[in-house]
């Protein structure tokens, strides 16, 4: 494009060193939120006020009279510019101006890139009349181009100036790369020149065909082995190897297991000889062609070809199953897991090890390698991840830096242990990764519980700490230095906060603050657009009120809602319920003009963000169709109801003119299968279902478990109920048709005959292969079962006759076997939640030996108590252990088997390991009162017997074990220990116990508190008591005026059904 833009990719060295395409999608997101600000934004929009006074005092006068030399002068401070200052800049220099604004594009807004970009388009026109010299101007702003944006732009356009394109960062959702490859492909682009090829960013790589992948990466191979040496084109094999997609990795492996394997079955994994297992994965044409095999395969095939394999660095993408076999081989090929065997592994291999293996590797090897084994802890079991902290940090001892921990392994981190550990410690770790609200709490209070007075510099020296800052805290904060405070907590603790605890910050701190600085009617205007930006999650707390449109400034507005959007889903859902997120949605749609008329463009959209999910079905039927289109990705991620889905594809095909078996359609299947309604999926083309499902995960919408847990809340359980019966439709549909069949050019109706389910489908479909019968589920071959059982045995709801098909299978000649006590711990820990159709009697024969295997089927909830006794019994007989022997890593472990254990066998638990391991047994709703007062009796045995005396952090961590106090004990405690209380406990809390609570005790309750007690312990409450309970269900905002015979309002009964529902669901996962 003549001149260069700066590149927005990772630099070289750094992606080598990350090496984990997983980890760089993460580190572009932290990248692309960053600003390196020179001075405060709001210094630089001051600054950039002063410079427009009058030109008679000096100064260059309004904005509008500027030319392009007092807009190039003005340097860096040009980055303050607000999304209103784009409408004064001069028509004739603007796109001179946008250049300039290039250098600064990281400090910008994203409003005001959004500005930008919404009128350079309608200055210049379509994207289709663009010459090469509007794309120099453009700069880094067509990365935000949306999809049909860059489907319009000439090909020769784009094949000119395809270097600089190159070096852009496009949004993770961004339909532009696909649009710009298809626009090479149809140019006849050459992509086996590799000076072509270093033209494409991974942006662009990931989106490249399979045929034309194959083809690139065959060239890059060819050209390296006739000049070996070449570093340019080592790398360039590295980043095609990293970012071409599944699809086009998933074709270049497949020659790896039919040369190993072929489909006739005749040679085994068993059958392999270790050189050609080593030579299979070291041969393989591009990394990561282990997952091509399953965990069984990983098994069965030679220990000692694994074991070269791993120690030659060969495995770029182990599952945690695969991986400890992996472990497996090291081990007993050297005898021992060390530092040396660490580095082998690497963080991929490493995913694998054991909690046996954590107590058996030497202390200062972990201590030494803790830059690998931080990175595996994000895939390692919760028992592990705890024997990891015991080990380096146990007994108040210090083996290991706190610095190089991360998240996971901090958050093992028991209360006990951390009251071991030094304070500055604590907070110097702060600094570098995140706490929990737990244990920020601890950490704020301990420094600051003797210091009168609190600053801003003291809140960002806490790091992630600063999320345990409330309410009360501020009364140490002198007021001029309040909203740096909330802005810094936010800025360290963002994510991390309790919605009670943001709702009083915000309504009596920062309300009141704002007051006193606004000079208008609108508390608002008191904040700076800087202000505004920075404290999104807080000043959503505020009344909602507060964001009227008609009387504030309609800067400060704009950035405060826009950022809303910006916030995580899981933010979202845990700030607000939908009813109230709903009004905010409203607000800015007011805020935009859109409110009750008028197109909703992507501007509009892009403002609402992750607030996308609050629209309603109306206001889907005024979106834009290329927007609506645009935006399917993002769509596709949130917890929609049936009638948003509906509405979301009635607005796409009308604005399509189309149909849902139409190729235009087929092409978005991958983003709009989830979005289609169950009576509606029969319409879509079967085989394009089945290849976007089987290649392109498109019944995965990418929710974490915060964001699944908060769905329930979000939806009704006819929704809920809805969108199971829909995956299921989905995936009896993918599998009538044939995703080889599969034509981006060739329209066909056809159908399958064959009703046994294939591997493709099974390993693919998620919770959607409920649908199989327990007959179709039999039909399957057992090879396919064995390709499939990694992904089925974390399926949870399968009737009492599927799980029996699925163990006769398990039991039949060429799977395992019918005799289960011949299997090992591996093979039932594949079983996962399949296990629960074992008998009490079938448990208490099992190899039940290994503390992470055991977790596998015990993570899961709905456990008989004869079955989790049985599994109880033979886990101690097997390891010759007695319940007062049990550590915290074997209770974790235990998970719901826990609840077999006696109430005397729970008197006899070693007090400490269970305060170790409190934090997680404490999550199983699944023990008797006794058993829970069995518990709660060690806890005051540690704490002291006044649970009022107690602190808010430890009253947390014991989860539903607090359901055991007594009803004067509940009432004692303060609204702070209440609020402190885990919402899992409120689930099983007895009605007289939450009678003897006023309602003014109820009202201060947290959302998911109040939203997780029972309907059987609401209808024995006062008409007070339901009502202060409602109300801190919509956090004190207005409540939905339908109310049943009660009083109480039936979609908040509806609410509990539902989070009760998801979390049994999430505890089974």
Request: aromatic share 4%; charged share 30%; with cysteine.
């Given at each position: 494009?003549?001149?260069?833009?700066?590149?927005?990719?990772?630099?070289?060295e750094?992606?080598?060193?990350i090496?984990?395409r997983?980890q760089i999608e993460?580190?572009?997101?932290?990248?692309?939120m960053?600003r390196?600000?020179?001075?405060?934004?709001?210094a630089m929009?001051?600054?950039?006020?002063?410079?427009?006074?009058?030109?008679?005092?000096?100064?260059f006068?309004?904005?509008?009279?500027?030319?392009q030399?007092?807009?190039?002068?003005?340097?860096?401070?040009?980055?303050?510019?607000?999304?209103?200052?784009?409408?004064q800049?001069?028509?004739?220099?603007?796109?001179d101006?946008?250049?300039?604004?290039?250098?600064?594009?990281?400090?910008?807004e994203?409003?005001?890139?959004?500005?930008?970009?919404?009128?350079?388009?309608?200055?210049?026109?379509?994207?289709s009349?663009?010459?090469?010299?509007?794309l120099?101007?453009?700069?880094k702003?067509?990365s935000?181009l949306?999809?049909m944006?860059?489907?319009?732009?000439?090909?020769?356009?784009?094949?000119?100036?395809?270097?600089?394109?190159?070096?852009?960062?496009?949004?993770r959702?961004s339909r532009?790369?696909?649009?710009?490859?298809r626009?090479?492909?149809?140019?006849?682009?050459?992509?086996?020149v590799?000076?072509?090829?270093?033209?494409?960013?991974?942006?662009?790589?990931?989106?490249?065909?399979?045929?034309?992948a194959?083809?690139?990466?065959?060239?890059?191979?060819?050209a390296?082995e006739?000049?070996?040496?070449?570093a340019?084109?080592?790398?360039?094999?590295?980043?095609?190897?990293?970012?071409?997609?599944?699809?086009a990795?998933?074709?270049?492996?497949?020659?790896?297991?039919?040369a190993?394997?072929?489909?006739?079955?005749?040679?085994r994994?068993?059958d392999?000889?270790?050189?050609?297992?080593?030579?299979?994965?070291?041969?393989?044409?591009?990394?990561?062609?282990?997952?091509v095999?399953?965990?069984?395969?990983?098994r069965n095939?030679?220990?000692?070809?694994?074991?070269?394999?791993?120690?030659?660095?060969?495995?770029?993408?182990?599952?945690?199953e695969?991986?400890?076999?992996v472990v497996?081989?090291?081990?007993?090929?050297?005898?021992?897991?060390?530092?040396?065997?660490i580095?082998?592994?690497?963080?991929v291999?490493?995913?694998?090890?054991?909690?046996?293996?954590?107590r058996n590797?030497?202390v200062?090897?972990?201590?030494?390698?803790?830059?690998?084994?931080?990175?595996?802890?994000?895939?390692?079991?919760?028992?592990?991840?705890?024997?990891?902290?015991?080990q380096?940090?146990?007994?108040?001892?210090?083996?290991?830096?706190?610095?190089?921990?991360?998240?996971?392994?901090?958050?093992a981190?028991?209360?006990?242990?951390?009251?071991?550990?030094?304070?500055?410690?604590?907070?110097?770790?702060?600094?570098?990764?995140e706490?929990d609200?737990?244990?920020?709490?601890?950490i704020?209070?301990?420094?600051?519980?003797?210091?009168?007075?609190?600053?801003?510099?003291?809140?960002?020296?806490?790091?992630?700490?600063?999320?345990?800052?409330?309410?009360d805290d501020?009364?140490?904060?002198?007021?001029?230095?309040?909203?740096?405070?909330?802005?810094?907590?936010?800025?360290?603790?963002?994510?991390?906060?309790?919605?009670r605890?943001?709702?009083?910050i915000?309504?009596?701190?920062?309300?009141?603050?704002?007051?006193?600085?606004?000079?208008?009617?609108?508390?608002?205007?008191?904040?700076?657009?800087?202000?505004?930006?920075?404290?999104?999650e807080?000043?959503?707390?505020?009344?909602?009120?507060?964001?009227?449109v008609s009387?504030?400034?309609?800067?400060?507005?704009?950035?405060?809602?826009?950022?809303f959007?910006e916030?995580?889903k899981?933010?979202l859902?845990?700030?607000?319920?939908?009813?109230?997120?709903?009004?905010?949605a409203?607000?800015?749609?007011?805020?935009?003009?859109?409110?009750?008329?008028?197109?909703?463009?992507t501007?509009?959209?892009?403002?609402?963000?992750?607030?996308?999910?609050?629209?309603e079905?109306?206001?889907?039927?005024?979106?834009d169709?290329?927007?609506?289109?645009?935006?399917?990705?993002?769509?596709?991620?949130?917890c929609?109801?049936?009638?948003?889905?509906?509405?979301?594809?009635?607005?796409?095909?009308?604005?399509?003119?189309?149909t849902?078996?139409?190729?235009?359609?087929?092409?978005?299947?991958?983003?709009?299968?989830?979005l289609?309604?169950?009576?509606?999926?029969?319409?879509?083309?079967?085989?394009?279902?089945?290849?976007?499902?089987?290649?392109?995960?498109a019944?995965?919408?990418?929710?974490?478990?915060?964001?699944?847990?908060?769905?329930?809340?979000?939806?009704?359980?006819?929704?809920?109920?809805?969108?199971?019966?829909?995956?299921?439709?989905?995936?009896?549909?993918?599998?009538?048709?044939?995703?080889?069949?599969?034509s981006?050019?060739s329209?066909?109706?056809?159908?399958?005959?064959?009703?046994t389910p294939?591997?493709?489908i099974?390993?693919?479909?998620g919770?959607?292969?409920?649908?199989?019968?327990?007959?179709?589920?039999?039909?399957?071959t057992?090879?396919?079962?064995?390709?499939?059982?990694?992904?089925?045995g974390?399926?949870?709801?399968?009737?009492?006759?599927?799980?029996?098909?699925?163990?006769?299978?398990?039991?039949?000649?060429?799977?395992?076997?019918?005799?289960?006590t011949a299997?090992?711990?591996?093979?039932?820990?594949?079983?996962?939640?399949?296990?629960?159709?074992?008998?009490?009697?079938?448990?208490?024969?099992?190899?039940l030996?290994d503390?992470?295997?055991v977790?596998?089927?015990?993570?899961?909830?709905?456990?008989?108590?004869?079955?989790?006794q049985?599994?109880?019994?033979?886990?101690?007989?097997?390891?010759?252990?007695t319940?007062?022997?049990l550590?915290?890593?074997?209770?974790?472990?235990?998970?719901?088997?826990?609840?077999?254990?006696?109430?005397?066998?729970?008197?006899?638990?070693?007090?400490?390991?269970?305060?170790?391991?409190?934090?997680?047994?404490?999550?199983?709703?699944?023990?008797?009162?006794?058993?829970?007062?069995?518990?709660?009796?060690?806890?005051?045995?540690?704490y002291?017997n006044?649970?009022?005396?107690w602190?808010?952090?430890?009253?947390?961590?014991?989860?539903v074990v607090i359901?055991?106090?007594?009803?004067?004990?509940?009432?004692?405690?303060?609204?702070?220990?209440?609020?402190?209380?885990?919402?899992?406990?409120?689930?099983?809390?007895?009605?007289?116990?939450?009678?003897?609570?006023?309602?003014?005790?109820?009202?201060?309750?947290?959302?998911?508190?109040?939203?997780?007690?029972?309907?059987?312990?609401?209808?024995?409450?006062?008409?007070?008591?339901?009502?202060?309970?409602?109300?801190?269900?919509?956090?004190n905002?207005?409540?939905?005026?339908?109310?049943?015979?009660?009083?109480?309002?039936?979609?908040?009964?509806?609410?509990?059904?539902?989070v009760?529902?998801t979390?049994?669901?999430?505890?089974t996962?």
């Open positions: 494009m003549g001149r260069e833009m700066p590149p927005e990719e990772i630099d070289d750094r992606l080598q060193e090496g984990d997983e993460e580190l572009d997101d932290e990248m692309s960053e390196f600000e020179p001075m405060p934004l709001a929009r001051a600054l950039l006020g002063a410079v427009q006074q009058s030109t008679d005092d000096g100064f006068g309004p904005m509008t009279a500027w030319d030399a007092k807009f190039q002068r003005l340097g860096v401070l040009l980055a303050g510019i607000t999304s209103d200052d784009v409408e800049i001069p028509r004739a220099v603007f796109n101006v946008t250049a300039i604004l290039q250098e600064h594009s990281r400090l910008l994203p409003m005001t890139k959004m500005k930008l970009l919404d009128r350079f388009k309608r200055i210049n026109g379509a994207p009349t663009w010459t090469e010299d509007i120099i101007k453009l700069g702003l067509f935000r949306t999809g944006d860059c489907e319009q732009i000439s090909a020769p356009m784009i094949k000119d100036n395809i270097a600089e394109i190159g070096k852009l960062k496009f949004p959702d532009c790369p696909e649009k710009l490859v626009k090479l492909v149809a140019e006849n682009y050459d992509f086996t590799p000076d072509n090829l270093a033209k494409l960013g991974r942006h662009l790589i990931k989106h490249l065909p399979n045929d034309v194959n083809d690139a990466l065959a060239a890059i191979v060819a390296l006739g000049d070996p040496t070449n340019q084109l080592q790398h360039m094999k590295d980043r095609f190897e990293m970012f071409i997609s599944d699809v990795r998933k074709d270049m492996c497949s020659s790896v297991r039919d190993l394997l072929p489909q006739d079955g005749n040679v994994p068993q392999l000889t270790s050189t050609q297992v080593e030579e299979a994965f070291g041969s393989a044409p591009v990394a990561g062609c282990e997952n095999f399953t965990a069984e395969d990983f095939m030679n220990r000692q070809g694994l074991c070269e394999a791993a120690k030659n660095g060969n495995f770029q993408d182990l599952t945690r695969q991986a400890r076999h497996d081989s090291i081990r007993e090929c050297d005898g021992q897991i060390g530092r040396q065997q580095e082998q592994l690497g963080a291999g490493m995913r694998g090890v054991g909690t046996n293996d954590i590797i030497p200062d090897d972990l201590a030494e390698e803790m830059d690998i084994i931080a990175t595996a802890a994000r895939e390692m079991r919760p028992a592990t991840r705890r024997e990891i902290v015991r380096l940090f146990g007994g108040g001892q210090r083996r290991g830096n706190m610095t190089d921990l991360n998240r996971e392994l901090f958050q981190f028991p209360n006990r242990m951390l009251k071991e550990q030094n304070i500055d410690d604590l907070i110097e770790a702060a600094t570098e990764t706490f609200n737990r244990q920020a709490r601890y704020f209070r301990q420094k600051f519980k003797d210091q009168n007075e609190i600053s801003e510099d003291d809140v960002r020296g806490m790091g992630s700490a600063a999320a345990g800052m409330r309410r501020f009364d140490k904060i002198s007021d001029d230095q309040k909203l740096g405070c909330i802005a810094a907590m936010e800025e360290t603790g963002r994510g991390n906060m309790r919605c605890q943001k709702r009083e915000a309504k009596e701190v920062l309300l009141p603050r704002l007051q006193e600085l606004s000079t208008t009617d609108c508390p608002l205007d008191g904040l700076s657009i800087a202000e505004a930006a920075a404290m999104a807080t000043a959503m707390q505020l009344p909602l009120d507060t964001f009227d009387n504030c400034d309609a800067s400060i507005l704009e950035t405060l809602l826009c950022s959007g916030l995580d899981s933010i859902q845990g700030s607000h319920p939908r009813a109230n997120r709903r009004r905010i409203k607000k800015i749609l007011a805020l935009k003009g859109v409110e009750t008329s008028g197109t909703i463009g501007e509009v959209l892009e403002c609402l963000g992750n607030l996308e999910d609050s629209l079905a109306e206001d889907i039927a005024r979106i169709g290329d927007a609506l289109e645009d935006r399917l990705p993002n769509m596709k991620k949130h929609l109801g049936r009638d948003i889905k509906q509405a979301v594809v009635d607005r796409l095909l009308e604005a399509k003119e189309t849902l078996d139409d190729l235009a359609m087929q092409e978005l299947y991958n983003d709009l299968a989830l289609v309604p169950k009576d509606k999926v029969e319409e879509m083309d079967a085989d394009a279902l089945q290849y976007h499902m089987v290649n392109e995960e019944l995965d919408n990418e929710m974490d478990d915060d964001s699944k847990f908060w769905c329930g809340h979000d939806r009704t359980e006819d929704d809920n109920t809805d969108e199971r019966e829909q995956k299921q439709e989905l995936v009896r549909r993918a599998a009538e048709g044939d995703a080889d069949a599969y981006v050019t329209k066909r109706r056809r159908r399958s005959t064959s009703t294939t591997s493709d099974l390993v693919n479909g919770e959607g292969n409920l649908q199989f019968t327990a007959d179709q589920l039999s039909s399957m057992g090879e396919t079962f064995l390709e499939a059982i990694e992904n089925l974390v399926i949870c709801g399968w009737s009492d006759e599927q799980e029996e098909s699925l163990l006769a299978k398990a039991k039949e000649t060429d799977v395992w076997g019918s005799d289960i299997w090992d711990s591996a093979q039932n820990a594949l079983l996962g939640c399949i296990a629960k159709g074992f008998s009490h009697s079938d448990l208490s024969t099992m190899n030996d503390n992470d295997d977790y596998s089927m015990a993570q899961h909830a709905g456990w008989n108590t004869a079955q989790t049985a599994a109880l019994n033979r886990y101690l007989s097997q390891t010759s252990k319940t007062d022997a550590i915290s890593s074997d209770m974790v472990s235990l998970a719901h088997f826990m609840c077999g254990m006696s109430p005397s066998d729970m008197g006899n638990l070693d007090s400490t390991e269970l305060q170790y391991a409190i934090g997680e047994v404490g999550q199983h709703d699944c023990f008797t009162v006794d058993q829970l007062k069995a518990m709660l009796a060690h806890m005051k045995s540690e002291g006044t649970p009022s005396a602190e808010e952090e430890d009253i947390n961590e014991m989860g359901a055991a106090l007594t009803s004067s004990e509940m009432q004692a405690l303060s609204d702070a220990q209440r609020q402190a209380i885990d919402p899992v406990a409120f689930s099983v809390m007895q009605s007289e116990v939450l009678q003897a609570l006023t309602p003014d005790q109820l009202n201060v309750l947290d959302m998911l508190q109040a939203l997780l007690i029972p309907n059987s312990s609401l209808s024995g409450l006062s008409g007070e008591q339901r009502d202060a309970i409602l109300a801190a269900q919509y956090n905002e207005e409540v939905p005026s339908t109310t049943d015979d009660n009083g109480v309002s039936a979609t908040t009964f509806s609410a509990i059904t539902m009760m529902a979390m049994a669901a999430l505890l996962m």
